[in-house]
């Protein structure tokens, strides 16, 4: 799925890193560390981190300032900082994204500088969503729409501009639940779709949500699961099910089974 580095620099410092094969996405680092500190470095990609335990404390434009575990920072590229725990000998847990430098815009990199630290629980969720995403079953449709949302929110606060009342036309969010319906069980990426539909990515996530009330991965899984219980209603095995209808095997089907209806896709077959 991806290839996965780690390595633990002492018992206390541990760093896991991999390359999700995310469009916009180069990198995503998990770490604990206890006694290390970084030297003044900058990167060429945004950083978006969410801190899990302890505090960090960073430099940035001759400011000190603090990422903890209500907030999510939000570091630009290019511009030097370093990173110490908050809180002498007691270390910090981290998870960071880093984003190619068009993935959120250059333009807002000055904004960045002045403000990178934000109390926004909705943005500081869809981040570690994400971050668990990345743990299970690769689904592209899903992954890129939780992203699209991370970097909107983003963009949002850099800009100041906030639009999430905008009505959004109806069309889109019609026409993308046709294409899904019609395509069951291929792999959709979302970039792809949305070229092929001929509209923004961001504004056919915020059309579909509006319109139906989840987004579009939510609504794909849940269509694919009312596909998989029509046919284990007519004997088919789960197994076979599975694939056919566009999860990645039976534990992946299970997995989403289980919670939509708290039985498996076995227990169900076997209560026909």
Sequence with gaps: MYGIRESRSTNRERVRAFAPNLYGVTEVLHATFTDHAYPQHSHGAWTVLIVDTGAVRYDIERDTRR?????????PPYVAHNGESANAGMGFRKRVLYLEADAIGESLIGKAVDNSTYDDPRLRAEVSALHMR???????????????????????????????????????????????????SEGHRLEDVARRLGWNKTHLIRSFTTEFGIPPHRYLISRRIEEARRRLLTGQPAADVAVDVGFYDQAHLTRHFRSHLATTPGAFKRSI
């Design 67 to 75: 990422a903890d575990t209500r907030r999510v920072t939000v570091l």
């Design 134 to 184: 990345f743990d299970r079953a690769r689904d592209d449709l899903e992954w890129e729409t939780r992203l699209e949302k991370i970097i909107q929110r983003i963009q949002q606060h850099l800009s100041g501009k906030h639009r999430e009342d905008d009505a959004p036309t109806r069309p889109p969010a019609h026409v993308l639940r046709e294409y899904l319906d019609a395509r069951l």
